[in-house]
């Protein structure tokens, strides 16, 4: 009965989550979430602010970040959005401000910057474009200026 209860406890932490506040989760030296046994962890990893208030979730299989990626302020509002895969970030990240407006649009691929990156100011207004690709810059930069217009092109 005490063996079925701890099984039960168990598969119950790692199918809704792990929590870390825990002092069982840790990072390696390589960089792997594991528990005090030196066990790769899988599921849900979640860190709060010291006023309890959720600062992260992270998906986590065989103790890398490996999917999607949310962090908050303290405030509650969404701060970034991104995914990993293996460990590396990929796709699409959006960042935001305080006040819940979108700041910054990027793009991932294995890790390295790689596509279109858009940035706007706390009015919405679009304030620069640039790209890349594998981590290189490449095309035309743009910035603009409040009103829209450009106001510096720099080619790579």
Same mark, same amino acid.
């Given at each position: $009965? !005490? ?7 168990? %598969?119950?932490?790692f @199918?809704?989550?792990?929590? @870390?506040?825990?002092?069982? *989760?840790?990072? =390696?030296?390589? /960089? ?6 030196? +066990? ?21 299989? +065989? /103790?890398?970040? =490996?999917? #999607? $990626?949310? *962090? ?11 995914? &990993?895969? =293996?460990?590396k !970030? *990929?796709?699409?990240? &959006?960042?935001?401000? %305080?006040?819940? @407006?979108?700041?910054?649009? @990027?793009?991932? !691929? +294995?890790?390295? !910057?790689? /596509? +279109? ?7 919405g %207004? ?16 743009? %910035?603009? #200026?409040?009103? /829209? ?5 720099v080619?790579?």
């Open positions: $009965m !005490k063996k079925s209860l701890i099984l039960s406890v168990f %598969t119950l932490v @199918a809704f989550g792990i929590s @870390a506040q825990s002092p069982d *989760v840790q990072l =390696d030296k390589q /960089g792997n979430y594991i528990n005090s046994y030196g +066990d790769l962890l899988t599921g849900n990893l979640e860190f709060s602010y010291a006023s309890g208030q959720l600062e992260s979730i992270y998906q986590i299989t +065989d /103790g890398l970040k =490996d999917g #999607d $990626m949310t *962090v908050f302020y303290e405030n509650g509002n969404t701060k970034e959005i991104g995914s &990993f895969l =293996d460990g !970030k *990929v796709g699409e990240w &959006f960042n935001y401000n %305080t006040s819940g @407006a979108l700041e910054s649009v @990027a793009f991932y !691929k +294995d890790n390295q !910057k790689h /596509g +279109d990156w858009k940035v706007w100011d706390n009015n %207004t679009l304030r620069s474009v640039m790209h890349y690709q594998n981590g290189t810059r490449v095309g035309n930069w743009l %910035t603009y #200026d409040e009103n /829209g217009q450009v106001i510096e092109s080619n790579y």
